[in-house]
Protein backbone atom coordinates (compact mmCIF):
# COMPACT_ATOMS: atom_id res chain seq x y z
CA UNK A 1 0.00 0.00 0.00
CA UNK A 2 1.31 3.55 -0.55
CA UNK A 3 1.61 6.00 1.52
CA UNK A 4 -0.92 8.89 1.36
CA UNK A 5 0.36 12.53 2.57
CA UNK A 6 -2.84 15.42 2.44
CA UNK A 7 -1.48 18.33 1.46
CA UNK A 8 -4.29 20.76 3.23
CA UNK A 9 -5.89 19.66 6.22
CA UNK A 10 -8.80 21.28 6.68
CA UNK A 11 -12.41 19.76 6.72
CA UNK A 12 -12.26 17.43 3.26
CA UNK A 13 -8.76 16.26 4.09
CA UNK A 14 -9.51 15.13 7.70
CA UNK A 15 -12.62 13.57 7.01
CA UNK A 16 -11.41 11.38 4.26
CA UNK A 17 -8.24 11.00 6.40
CA UNK A 18 -10.17 9.57 9.25
CA UNK A 19 -12.46 7.61 6.22
CA UNK A 20 -9.10 5.71 5.40
CA UNK A 21 -8.03 5.36 9.02
CA UNK A 22 -10.96 3.15 9.85
CA UNK A 23 -10.88 1.49 6.61
CA UNK A 24 -7.13 0.33 8.09
CA UNK A 25 -4.83 2.54 6.75
CA UNK A 26 -2.14 3.66 8.65
CA UNK A 27 0.79 5.92 8.15
CA UNK A 28 -1.05 9.21 6.73
CA UNK A 29 0.36 12.05 6.83
CA UNK A 30 -0.45 15.75 6.37
CA UNK A 31 1.48 19.10 5.64
CA UNK A 32 -1.07 22.31 5.88
CA UNK A 33 0.41 25.90 5.50
CA UNK A 34 -2.00 27.03 8.51
CA UNK A 35 -1.10 23.90 10.71
CA UNK A 36 1.61 25.89 12.72
CA UNK A 37 -1.31 29.14 13.74
CA UNK A 38 -4.50 26.77 13.77
CA UNK A 39 -5.41 24.43 16.92
CA UNK A 40 -8.09 23.56 14.70
CA UNK A 41 -5.94 21.78 11.96
CA UNK A 42 -3.72 20.49 15.42
CA UNK A 43 -6.91 18.90 16.80
CA UNK A 44 -8.14 17.52 13.42
CA UNK A 45 -4.70 15.76 13.00
CA UNK A 46 -4.35 14.36 16.59
CA UNK A 47 -8.21 13.02 16.09
CA UNK A 48 -7.48 11.38 12.85
CA UNK A 49 -3.80 9.93 13.72
CA UNK A 50 -2.66 11.67 10.98
CA UNK A 51 0.98 13.42 11.47
CA UNK A 52 1.61 16.91 10.74
CA UNK A 53 4.57 17.96 8.91
CA UNK A 54 6.78 20.91 8.61
CA UNK A 55 7.10 21.35 4.97
CA UNK A 56 5.76 20.93 2.03
CA UNK A 57 9.22 19.04 0.99
CA UNK A 58 8.40 16.55 4.31
CA UNK A 59 5.05 15.65 2.89
CA UNK A 60 6.65 14.78 -0.58
CA UNK A 61 9.76 13.02 0.65
CA UNK A 62 7.02 10.53 3.71
CA UNK A 63 4.02 10.37 1.09
CA UNK A 64 3.87 9.38 -2.53
CA UNK A 65 0.04 9.58 -2.86
CA UNK A 66 -0.70 13.36 -2.61
CA UNK A 67 -4.17 14.24 -1.99
CA UNK A 68 -4.70 17.99 -2.60
CA UNK A 69 -7.13 19.14 -0.48
CA UNK A 70 -6.71 22.97 -0.39
CA UNK A 71 -9.15 25.74 -0.43
CA UNK A 72 -9.87 26.33 -4.17
CA UNK A 73 -8.24 29.44 -4.48
CA UNK A 74 -5.46 28.00 -3.60
CA UNK A 75 -5.37 24.92 -5.23
CA UNK A 76 -2.47 26.27 -8.01
CA UNK A 77 0.06 27.49 -5.00
CA UNK A 78 -0.34 24.38 -3.48
CA UNK A 79 1.05 22.46 -6.49
CA UNK A 80 3.77 24.90 -7.01
CA UNK A 81 4.59 24.67 -3.47
CA UNK A 82 5.42 20.88 -3.76
CA UNK A 83 6.02 20.43 -7.42
CA UNK A 84 9.99 20.69 -6.98
CA UNK A 85 9.91 17.88 -4.90
CA UNK A 86 7.64 15.42 -6.48
CA UNK A 87 8.81 12.73 -9.40
CA UNK A 88 7.87 9.59 -11.26
CA UNK A 89 7.36 8.01 -7.54
CA UNK A 90 4.48 10.23 -6.99
CA UNK A 91 0.83 10.34 -7.81
CA UNK A 92 -1.30 13.60 -7.11
CA UNK A 93 -5.29 13.51 -6.80
CA UNK A 94 -6.16 16.56 -6.82
CA UNK A 95 -9.94 16.95 -5.53
CA UNK A 96 -10.11 20.84 -5.39
CA UNK A 97 -13.34 22.32 -7.03
CA UNK A 98 -10.99 24.43 -9.51
CA UNK A 99 -12.38 25.13 -13.37
CA UNK A 100 -10.91 22.41 -16.35
CA UNK A 101 -8.57 25.36 -17.25
CA UNK A 102 -6.76 25.01 -14.02
CA UNK A 103 -6.49 21.46 -13.35
CA UNK A 104 -5.35 21.01 -17.19
CA UNK A 105 -2.44 23.76 -16.48
CA UNK A 106 -1.30 22.11 -13.21
CA UNK A 107 -1.25 18.83 -14.75
CA UNK A 108 0.91 19.79 -17.36
CA UNK A 109 3.26 21.18 -15.09
CA UNK A 110 3.22 18.16 -12.59
CA UNK A 111 3.14 15.63 -16.13
CA UNK A 112 6.50 17.44 -17.17
CA UNK A 113 7.86 16.24 -13.51
CA UNK A 114 6.53 12.75 -14.21
CA UNK A 115 4.17 12.61 -12.01
CA UNK A 116 0.23 10.58 -12.01
CA UNK A 117 -1.99 13.57 -12.55
CA UNK A 118 -5.66 12.86 -11.39
CA UNK A 119 -8.55 15.24 -11.97
CA UNK A 120 -10.63 13.92 -9.05
CA UNK A 121 -14.26 15.43 -8.44
CA UNK A 122 -16.15 14.87 -5.49
CA UNK A 123 -19.69 14.72 -5.98
CA UNK A 124 -21.43 15.13 -2.12
CA UNK A 125 -20.13 16.82 0.80
CA UNK A 126 -17.14 14.82 1.80
CA UNK A 127 -17.88 12.21 4.32
CA UNK A 128 -15.43 9.71 6.24
CA UNK A 129 -17.54 6.31 4.40
CA UNK A 130 -15.32 6.82 1.78
CA UNK A 131 -17.57 3.88 0.21
CA UNK A 132 -20.61 6.24 0.23
CA UNK A 133 -18.33 9.03 -1.22
CA UNK A 134 -19.03 9.40 -5.53
CA UNK A 135 -15.89 10.58 -7.28
CA UNK A 136 -14.77 10.97 -10.76
CA UNK A 137 -11.84 10.69 -12.18
CA UNK A 138 -10.03 11.57 -15.35
CA UNK A 139 -6.43 11.68 -16.38
CA UNK A 140 -4.19 9.09 -18.35
CA UNK A 141 -3.62 7.11 -14.82
CA UNK A 142 -7.64 8.00 -13.67
CA UNK A 143 -8.16 3.78 -13.81
CA UNK A 144 -4.87 3.16 -11.69
CA UNK A 145 -6.74 5.45 -8.55
CA UNK A 146 -8.89 2.40 -6.93
CA UNK A 147 -5.81 -0.38 -6.97
CA UNK A 148 -3.46 3.06 -5.97
CA UNK A 149 -5.84 2.38 -2.17
CA UNK A 150 -5.41 -1.40 -2.65
CA UNK A 151 -8.13 -2.91 -0.71
CA UNK A 152 -9.52 0.01 0.76
CA UNK A 153 -13.01 0.67 -1.33
CA UNK A 154 -13.35 3.76 -2.94
CA UNK A 155 -16.38 4.88 -4.89
CA UNK A 156 -14.51 5.85 -8.44
CA UNK A 157 -15.70 6.20 -11.67
CA UNK A 158 -13.09 6.70 -14.45
CA UNK A 159 -14.71 10.00 -16.95
CA UNK A 160 -12.02 9.71 -19.12
CA UNK A 161 -8.80 10.12 -19.49
CA UNK A 162 -8.81 13.64 -19.66
CA UNK A 163 -7.94 16.09 -17.24
CA UNK A 164 -10.46 18.66 -16.57
CA UNK A 165 -13.43 16.17 -17.84
CA UNK A 166 -14.30 15.17 -14.42
CA UNK A 167 -14.04 18.89 -12.86
CA UNK A 168 -16.45 20.06 -16.07
CA UNK A 169 -19.34 17.90 -14.70
CA UNK A 170 -18.77 18.41 -11.03
CA UNK A 171 -18.66 22.55 -11.91
CA UNK A 172 -21.79 22.22 -13.58
CA UNK A 173 -22.86 20.49 -10.39
CA UNK A 174 -21.76 22.68 -8.23
CA UNK A 175 -23.99 25.74 -10.29
CA UNK A 176 -26.61 24.01 -9.66
CA UNK A 177 -25.96 23.39 -6.08
CA UNK A 178 -24.59 27.02 -4.98
CA UNK A 179 -26.54 28.79 -7.73
CA UNK A 180 -29.59 27.80 -5.74
CA UNK A 181 -28.26 28.37 -2.42
CA UNK A 182 -27.72 32.52 -3.78
CA UNK A 183 -31.15 32.00 -4.98
CA UNK A 184 -32.13 31.19 -1.38
CA UNK A 185 -30.33 33.70 -0.40
CA UNK A 186 -32.17 36.67 -2.60
CA UNK A 187 -35.60 34.85 -1.82
CA UNK A 188 -35.26 34.56 1.89
CA UNK A 189 -33.59 38.76 2.51
CA UNK A 190 -36.81 39.60 1.03
CA UNK A 191 -39.26 37.12 2.53
CA UNK A 192 -38.47 36.94 6.19
CA UNK A 193 -38.62 40.45 6.94
CA UNK A 194 -41.99 40.21 5.27
CA UNK A 195 -43.06 37.29 7.74
CA UNK A 196 -43.76 35.14 3.91
CA UNK A 197 -40.70 32.98 3.78
CA UNK A 198 -42.65 29.99 5.28
CA UNK A 199 -45.65 30.67 3.01
CA UNK A 200 -43.19 30.86 -0.14
CA UNK A 201 -41.62 27.94 0.10
CA UNK A 202 -44.94 26.09 1.29
CA UNK A 203 -45.82 27.25 -2.09
CA UNK A 204 -43.53 26.08 -4.04
CA UNK A 205 -43.48 22.35 -2.49
CA UNK A 206 -47.49 22.43 -3.13
CA UNK A 207 -46.99 23.20 -7.31
CA UNK A 208 -43.27 21.08 -7.19
CA UNK A 209 -43.36 18.63 -4.85
CA UNK A 210 -44.01 15.53 -6.45
CA UNK A 211 -41.43 16.43 -9.07
CA UNK A 212 -37.85 14.64 -9.15
CA UNK A 213 -35.37 17.25 -9.72
CA UNK A 214 -34.28 15.84 -12.87
CA UNK A 215 -37.80 16.31 -13.86
CA UNK A 216 -38.64 19.54 -12.45
CA UNK A 217 -35.36 20.80 -14.71
CA UNK A 218 -36.98 18.92 -17.75
CA UNK A 219 -40.25 20.59 -17.14
CA UNK A 220 -38.92 23.90 -16.61
CA UNK A 221 -37.06 23.94 -19.90
CA UNK A 222 -39.86 22.28 -21.56
CA UNK A 223 -42.32 25.49 -20.17
CA UNK A 224 -39.53 27.93 -20.95
CA UNK A 225 -39.53 26.63 -24.81
CA UNK A 226 -43.09 27.18 -24.66
CA UNK A 227 -43.65 30.56 -23.08
CA UNK A 228 -40.22 31.34 -22.12
CA UNK A 229 -40.99 35.55 -22.83
CA UNK A 230 -44.08 35.69 -20.43
CA UNK A 231 -41.83 34.06 -18.04
CA UNK A 232 -38.78 36.25 -18.66
CA UNK A 233 -40.77 39.21 -18.16
CA UNK A 234 -42.15 38.54 -14.80
CA UNK A 235 -38.18 37.83 -13.80
CA UNK A 236 -38.09 41.85 -14.61
CA UNK A 237 -41.20 42.47 -12.77
CA UNK A 238 -39.66 40.32 -9.37
CA UNK A 239 -36.89 42.24 -9.88
CA UNK A 240 -38.68 46.04 -9.65
CA UNK A 241 -40.48 43.97 -6.59
CA UNK A 242 -37.25 43.30 -4.53
CA UNK A 243 -36.24 46.78 -5.39
CA UNK A 244 -39.77 47.72 -3.59
CA UNK A 245 -38.22 45.84 -0.84
CA UNK A 246 -35.31 46.52 -0.32
CA UNK A 247 -33.16 43.80 -2.11
CA UNK A 248 -30.96 44.43 -5.18
CA UNK A 249 -32.20 42.00 -7.31
CA UNK A 250 -28.85 40.36 -8.10
CA UNK A 251 -30.09 36.95 -9.14
CA UNK A 252 -33.22 38.17 -10.47
CA UNK A 253 -31.55 40.47 -13.01
CA UNK A 254 -29.18 37.09 -14.07
CA UNK A 255 -31.82 35.27 -14.57
CA UNK A 256 -34.26 38.14 -16.68
CA UNK A 257 -30.84 38.12 -18.96
CA UNK A 258 -30.19 34.47 -18.99
CA UNK A 259 -34.14 33.81 -19.82
CA UNK A 260 -34.81 36.37 -22.27
CA UNK A 261 -31.70 35.76 -24.52
CA UNK A 262 -32.84 32.94 -25.88
CA UNK A 263 -35.96 34.66 -26.70
CA UNK A 264 -34.61 37.77 -27.90
CA UNK A 265 -32.85 34.94 -30.43
CA UNK A 266 -36.62 33.35 -31.43
CA UNK A 267 -36.39 30.03 -29.41
CA UNK A 268 -39.60 30.40 -28.34
CA UNK A 269 -40.55 31.02 -32.38
CA UNK A 270 -39.19 27.34 -33.03
CA UNK A 271 -41.54 25.75 -30.84
CA UNK A 272 -44.87 27.93 -31.82
CA UNK A 273 -47.88 25.96 -32.75
CA UNK A 274 -46.64 23.01 -32.49
CA UNK A 275 -46.62 19.76 -29.83
CA UNK A 276 -44.70 20.34 -26.41
CA UNK A 277 -41.35 19.63 -26.90
CA UNK A 278 -39.09 17.27 -25.22
CA UNK A 279 -36.55 18.87 -23.04
CA UNK A 280 -33.56 17.15 -25.22
CA UNK A 281 -35.08 19.20 -27.90
CA UNK A 282 -35.13 22.34 -26.80
CA UNK A 283 -31.07 22.17 -25.37
CA UNK A 284 -30.47 20.81 -29.56
CA UNK A 285 -31.96 24.45 -30.04
CA UNK A 286 -30.56 26.54 -27.36
CA UNK A 287 -27.20 25.63 -27.96
CA UNK A 288 -27.34 25.98 -31.46
CA UNK A 289 -28.51 29.69 -30.86
CA UNK A 290 -25.08 29.90 -29.00
CA UNK A 291 -23.24 27.89 -30.61
CA UNK A 292 -23.94 30.59 -33.82
CA UNK A 293 -22.28 33.40 -31.90
CA UNK A 294 -19.05 32.15 -30.61
CA UNK A 295 -16.47 33.69 -32.85
CA UNK B 1 -74.76 36.14 -9.40
CA UNK B 2 -72.62 38.56 -11.09
CA UNK B 3 -71.17 38.85 -14.55
CA UNK B 4 -67.71 37.83 -15.12
CA UNK B 5 -65.74 39.81 -18.28
CA UNK B 6 -62.54 38.64 -18.70
CA UNK B 7 -59.81 41.43 -19.80
CA UNK B 8 -57.03 39.87 -21.38
CA UNK B 9 -58.12 36.44 -22.78
CA UNK B 10 -54.66 34.50 -23.12
CA UNK B 11 -54.17 30.89 -21.18
CA UNK B 12 -55.25 31.96 -18.38
CA UNK B 13 -58.36 33.76 -19.19
CA UNK B 14 -59.11 31.15 -20.97
CA UNK B 15 -58.27 28.43 -18.51
CA UNK B 16 -60.20 30.13 -15.99
CA UNK B 17 -62.95 30.70 -18.13
CA UNK B 18 -63.85 27.18 -18.95
CA UNK B 19 -63.60 26.50 -15.16
CA UNK B 20 -66.26 28.93 -14.43
CA UNK B 21 -68.62 27.53 -17.17
CA UNK B 22 -68.13 24.00 -16.06
CA UNK B 23 -68.80 24.90 -12.63
CA UNK B 24 -72.30 26.40 -14.12
CA UNK B 25 -71.32 29.84 -14.56
CA UNK B 26 -73.18 31.55 -17.88
CA UNK B 27 -72.93 34.98 -19.51
CA UNK B 28 -69.29 35.23 -19.26
CA UNK B 29 -67.88 37.71 -22.02
CA UNK B 30 -64.43 39.07 -22.67
CA UNK B 31 -62.52 41.69 -24.08
CA UNK B 32 -59.08 41.46 -25.69
CA UNK B 33 -57.03 43.97 -27.26
CA UNK B 34 -55.60 40.89 -30.12
CA UNK B 35 -59.17 39.78 -30.50
CA UNK B 36 -59.58 40.87 -34.17
CA UNK B 37 -55.77 39.64 -35.58
CA UNK B 38 -55.80 36.48 -33.18
CA UNK B 39 -57.84 33.29 -34.39
CA UNK B 40 -56.23 31.57 -30.93
CA UNK B 41 -58.01 34.56 -29.09
CA UNK B 42 -61.34 33.50 -31.14
CA UNK B 43 -60.95 30.24 -31.02
CA UNK B 44 -60.59 30.10 -27.34
CA UNK B 45 -63.38 32.22 -26.89
CA UNK B 46 -65.36 29.85 -28.71
CA UNK B 47 -64.58 26.87 -26.75
CA UNK B 48 -65.09 28.52 -23.64
CA UNK B 49 -68.39 29.72 -25.16
CA UNK B 50 -67.26 33.23 -23.41
CA UNK B 51 -68.70 36.35 -26.04
CA UNK B 52 -65.99 38.28 -27.26
CA UNK B 53 -66.68 42.06 -26.95
CA UNK B 54 -65.42 45.04 -29.28
CA UNK B 55 -64.41 47.57 -27.06
CA UNK B 56 -63.25 47.74 -23.29
CA UNK B 57 -66.18 49.88 -22.64
CA UNK B 58 -68.79 46.83 -23.83
CA UNK B 59 -67.36 45.09 -21.49
CA UNK B 60 -67.45 46.96 -18.62
CA UNK B 61 -71.13 47.14 -19.35
CA UNK B 62 -71.64 43.79 -19.50
CA UNK B 63 -70.17 42.88 -16.82
CA UNK B 64 -69.65 43.86 -13.37
CA UNK B 65 -66.70 41.31 -12.25
CA UNK B 66 -63.76 42.12 -14.17
CA UNK B 67 -60.94 39.44 -14.49
CA UNK B 68 -57.45 41.33 -15.81
CA UNK B 69 -55.38 38.42 -17.22
CA UNK B 70 -53.17 40.24 -19.39
CA UNK B 71 -49.35 39.86 -20.25
CA UNK B 72 -47.85 41.33 -17.46
CA UNK B 73 -45.39 44.15 -19.01
CA UNK B 74 -49.49 45.65 -20.00
CA UNK B 75 -51.47 45.48 -16.48
CA UNK B 76 -51.32 49.07 -16.06
CA UNK B 77 -52.54 49.65 -19.43
CA UNK B 78 -54.98 47.31 -19.56
CA UNK B 79 -56.41 49.04 -16.23
CA UNK B 80 -56.19 52.61 -18.03
CA UNK B 81 -57.95 51.23 -20.90
CA UNK B 82 -61.39 50.05 -18.72
CA UNK B 83 -61.02 52.57 -15.57
CA UNK B 84 -63.06 55.91 -17.61
CA UNK B 85 -65.78 53.15 -17.70
CA UNK B 86 -65.85 51.44 -14.15
CA UNK B 87 -67.75 52.73 -11.26
CA UNK B 88 -68.93 51.47 -7.05
CA UNK B 89 -70.79 48.73 -9.39
CA UNK B 90 -67.20 46.81 -10.51
CA UNK B 91 -65.07 44.23 -8.78
CA UNK B 92 -61.71 44.55 -9.95
CA UNK B 93 -59.64 41.28 -10.02
CA UNK B 94 -55.89 41.98 -10.88
CA UNK B 95 -54.34 38.45 -11.39
CA UNK B 96 -51.66 39.50 -13.39
CA UNK B 97 -47.81 38.73 -11.53
CA UNK B 98 -47.05 41.99 -11.21
CA UNK B 99 -44.88 43.71 -8.74
CA UNK B 100 -46.82 45.23 -5.34
CA UNK B 101 -46.24 48.33 -6.26
CA UNK B 102 -47.84 47.95 -9.98
CA UNK B 103 -51.21 46.81 -8.30
CA UNK B 104 -51.28 49.54 -5.57
CA UNK B 105 -50.70 52.22 -7.96
CA UNK B 106 -53.90 50.64 -10.15
CA UNK B 107 -55.34 50.22 -7.26
CA UNK B 108 -55.63 53.57 -5.96
CA UNK B 109 -56.68 54.64 -9.40
CA UNK B 110 -59.55 52.09 -9.45
CA UNK B 111 -60.78 53.03 -5.56
CA UNK B 112 -60.79 56.58 -6.66
CA UNK B 113 -63.48 55.56 -8.77
CA UNK B 114 -65.49 53.88 -5.75
CA UNK B 115 -64.35 50.03 -8.19
CA UNK B 116 -63.55 46.83 -5.29
CA UNK B 117 -60.20 46.17 -6.27
CA UNK B 118 -58.11 42.90 -5.63
CA UNK B 119 -54.55 42.00 -5.41
CA UNK B 120 -55.10 38.26 -6.60
CA UNK B 121 -51.75 36.01 -6.37
CA UNK B 122 -52.27 33.10 -8.67
CA UNK B 123 -50.08 29.96 -7.01
CA UNK B 124 -49.58 27.43 -9.72
CA UNK B 125 -50.15 27.23 -12.98
CA UNK B 126 -53.85 28.07 -13.84
CA UNK B 127 -55.63 25.16 -14.37
CA UNK B 128 -59.45 24.96 -15.32
CA UNK B 129 -60.00 23.17 -12.07
CA UNK B 130 -60.34 26.24 -9.81
CA UNK B 131 -61.08 24.12 -6.51
CA UNK B 132 -57.32 23.18 -7.08
CA UNK B 133 -56.35 26.82 -8.45
CA UNK B 134 -55.05 28.43 -5.13
CA UNK B 135 -55.04 31.90 -4.97
CA UNK B 136 -54.01 34.35 -2.19
CA UNK B 137 -56.26 37.56 -2.27
CA UNK B 138 -55.64 40.78 -0.55
CA UNK B 139 -57.22 44.41 -0.49
CA UNK B 140 -60.04 45.92 1.57
CA UNK B 141 -62.58 43.76 -0.27
CA UNK B 142 -60.50 40.73 -0.31
CA UNK B 143 -62.44 38.80 1.55
CA UNK B 144 -65.79 39.68 -0.51
CA UNK B 145 -64.24 37.65 -3.56
CA UNK B 146 -65.62 34.24 -2.70
CA UNK B 147 -69.28 35.69 -2.23
CA UNK B 148 -68.95 37.82 -5.67
CA UNK B 149 -68.50 34.22 -7.41
CA UNK B 150 -71.67 32.89 -5.34
CA UNK B 151 -71.58 28.93 -5.97
CA UNK B 152 -68.85 28.34 -7.71
CA UNK B 153 -66.31 27.37 -5.20
CA UNK B 154 -62.86 28.82 -5.70
CA UNK B 155 -59.59 28.18 -3.15
CA UNK B 156 -58.94 31.56 -2.10
CA UNK B 157 -56.65 32.46 0.74
CA UNK B 158 -56.90 36.15 2.47
CA UNK B 159 -53.81 37.87 2.72
CA UNK B 160 -54.72 40.66 4.41
CA UNK B 161 -56.74 43.85 3.39
CA UNK B 162 -53.63 45.47 1.95
CA UNK B 163 -53.11 45.55 -2.01
CA UNK B 164 -50.24 43.93 -2.82
CA UNK B 165 -49.67 41.75 -0.12
CA UNK B 166 -50.84 38.82 -2.28
CA UNK B 167 -48.46 40.25 -5.45
CA UNK B 168 -45.42 40.18 -2.91
CA UNK B 169 -45.46 36.57 -2.11
CA UNK B 170 -45.78 36.01 -5.52
CA UNK B 171 -43.12 37.56 -6.84
CA UNK B 172 -40.81 35.57 -3.91
CA UNK B 173 -42.61 32.20 -5.64
CA UNK B 174 -41.70 33.38 -9.02
CA UNK B 175 -38.47 34.72 -8.02
CA UNK B 176 -37.89 30.59 -7.15
CA UNK B 177 -39.66 29.06 -10.21
CA UNK B 178 -38.03 31.77 -13.09
CA UNK B 179 -35.01 32.07 -10.72
CA UNK B 180 -34.89 28.12 -11.39
CA UNK B 181 -35.88 28.26 -15.18
CA UNK B 182 -32.84 30.33 -15.41
CA UNK B 183 -29.89 28.18 -14.03
CA UNK B 184 -31.29 25.44 -15.59
CA UNK B 185 -30.43 27.26 -18.43
CA UNK B 186 -27.55 28.50 -17.86
CA UNK B 187 -26.70 24.64 -16.29
CA UNK B 188 -27.82 23.28 -19.73
CA UNK B 189 -26.22 25.64 -21.94
CA UNK B 190 -22.49 24.05 -20.81
CA UNK B 191 -23.78 20.45 -19.67
CA UNK B 192 -25.24 19.37 -22.86
CA UNK B 193 -22.77 19.89 -25.66
CA UNK B 194 -20.36 18.28 -23.61
CA UNK B 195 -22.80 15.40 -22.52
CA UNK B 196 -22.91 15.50 -19.13
CA UNK B 197 -26.56 16.59 -19.26
CA UNK B 198 -27.81 13.57 -17.42
CA UNK B 199 -24.76 12.98 -15.12
CA UNK B 200 -25.18 16.47 -13.37
CA UNK B 201 -29.08 16.15 -13.06
CA UNK B 202 -28.48 12.58 -11.22
CA UNK B 203 -25.55 13.87 -9.11
CA UNK B 204 -28.08 16.56 -7.63
CA UNK B 205 -30.58 13.74 -7.42
CA UNK B 206 -28.36 11.53 -5.76
CA UNK B 207 -27.38 13.82 -3.18
CA UNK B 208 -30.49 15.83 -2.77
CA UNK B 209 -33.38 13.26 -3.67
CA UNK B 210 -34.51 12.92 -0.56
CA UNK B 211 -35.36 16.29 1.00
CA UNK B 212 -38.39 18.40 -0.24
CA UNK B 213 -37.83 21.85 -1.63
CA UNK B 214 -38.08 23.47 1.65
CA UNK B 215 -35.91 21.04 3.38
CA UNK B 216 -33.06 21.97 1.09
CA UNK B 217 -33.42 25.49 1.23
CA UNK B 218 -33.15 25.58 4.55
CA UNK B 219 -29.97 22.63 4.53
CA UNK B 220 -28.62 25.51 2.02
CA UNK B 221 -29.15 28.41 3.54
CA UNK B 222 -27.53 26.51 7.12
CA UNK B 223 -24.60 25.65 4.84
CA UNK B 224 -24.01 28.91 3.64
CA UNK B 225 -23.84 30.38 7.17
CA UNK B 226 -20.92 27.93 7.88
CA UNK B 227 -19.11 27.27 4.88
CA UNK B 228 -20.57 30.27 2.98
CA UNK B 229 -16.77 31.75 1.92
CA UNK B 230 -16.01 28.73 0.41
CA UNK B 231 -18.96 28.20 -1.52
CA UNK B 232 -18.74 31.47 -2.87
CA UNK B 233 -15.35 31.20 -4.14
CA UNK B 234 -16.61 27.93 -5.64
CA UNK B 235 -18.62 30.09 -8.00
CA UNK B 236 -15.99 32.04 -9.00
CA UNK B 237 -14.36 28.79 -10.39
CA UNK B 238 -18.00 28.02 -12.00
CA UNK B 239 -17.85 31.37 -13.67
CA UNK B 240 -14.47 30.42 -15.30
CA UNK B 241 -15.57 27.42 -16.11
CA UNK B 242 -18.26 28.24 -18.18
CA UNK B 243 -16.52 31.01 -19.96
CA UNK B 244 -14.02 27.79 -21.13
CA UNK B 245 -16.85 25.89 -22.25
CA UNK B 246 -18.10 29.24 -24.51
CA UNK B 247 -21.38 30.48 -22.11
CA UNK B 248 -21.59 33.38 -20.71
CA UNK B 249 -21.32 32.79 -16.86
CA UNK B 250 -24.72 35.42 -16.36
CA UNK B 251 -25.98 33.30 -13.15
CA UNK B 252 -22.55 31.91 -11.90
CA UNK B 253 -21.34 35.69 -11.66
CA UNK B 254 -24.69 36.74 -9.91
CA UNK B 255 -24.38 34.04 -7.41
CA UNK B 256 -21.27 34.65 -6.67
CA UNK B 257 -22.10 38.36 -5.90
CA UNK B 258 -25.16 37.40 -3.93
CA UNK B 259 -23.40 34.73 -1.91
CA UNK B 260 -20.26 36.96 -1.26
CA UNK B 261 -22.51 39.77 0.00
CA UNK B 262 -22.58 38.41 3.24
CA UNK B 263 -19.66 36.87 3.69
CA UNK B 264 -17.74 40.35 3.39
CA UNK B 265 -20.33 41.67 5.74
CA UNK B 266 -18.77 39.19 8.22
CA UNK B 267 -22.30 36.50 8.29
CA UNK B 268 -20.00 33.84 8.66
CA UNK B 269 -17.95 35.17 11.54
CA UNK B 270 -21.17 34.89 13.62
CA UNK B 271 -21.63 31.32 13.51
CA UNK B 272 -17.85 30.35 13.75
CA UNK B 273 -16.58 27.74 16.28
CA UNK B 274 -20.43 27.40 17.69
CA UNK B 275 -23.23 25.05 16.87
CA UNK B 276 -25.01 24.81 13.56
CA UNK B 277 -27.35 27.24 13.45
CA UNK B 278 -30.77 26.91 12.48
CA UNK B 279 -31.98 28.97 9.45
CA UNK B 280 -34.10 31.20 10.88
CA UNK B 281 -31.29 32.04 13.36
CA UNK B 282 -29.07 32.79 9.77
CA UNK B 283 -31.62 34.46 8.17
CA UNK B 284 -32.25 37.35 11.54
CA UNK B 285 -28.04 37.83 10.80
CA UNK B 286 -28.44 37.87 6.86
CA UNK B 287 -31.57 40.58 7.24
CA UNK B 288 -29.91 42.53 9.82
CA UNK B 289 -26.87 43.06 7.51
CA UNK B 290 -28.79 44.15 4.98
CA UNK B 291 -30.92 46.27 7.27
CA UNK B 292 -27.83 48.25 8.50
CA UNK B 293 -27.43 49.30 4.70
CA UNK B 294 -30.71 50.95 4.06
CA UNK B 295 -30.62 54.65 3.30
Given amino acids: MRTVGFLGFGEAGSTMARGLRSAGMSGIVAYDVAS ?38 EAAAA ?50 DLTALPMLVAGPEASEVQSWFADVPLHVTVVSSTVGDASRIKMLRSLFVKGLEALCLEVMLAAYPNGVHERVLSSFEETFGAYSFPELVRHLIERHAVHGERRANELHEVANALR ?12 YERASWDVRRGLQASFAGGEDPEWTEVLEVLCGLASEERP
Avoid: F, W
Fill in 36 to 73: EDSPLVRRRAAEAGVELLARPQDLCQRADLLVSAVVCT
Fill in 79 to 128: ASSVAPHLDARHAYLDINSVAPAVKRAIGVDLASRAVSYVDVAVMTNVTS
Fill in 244 to 255: EMGVEPMLAEAA
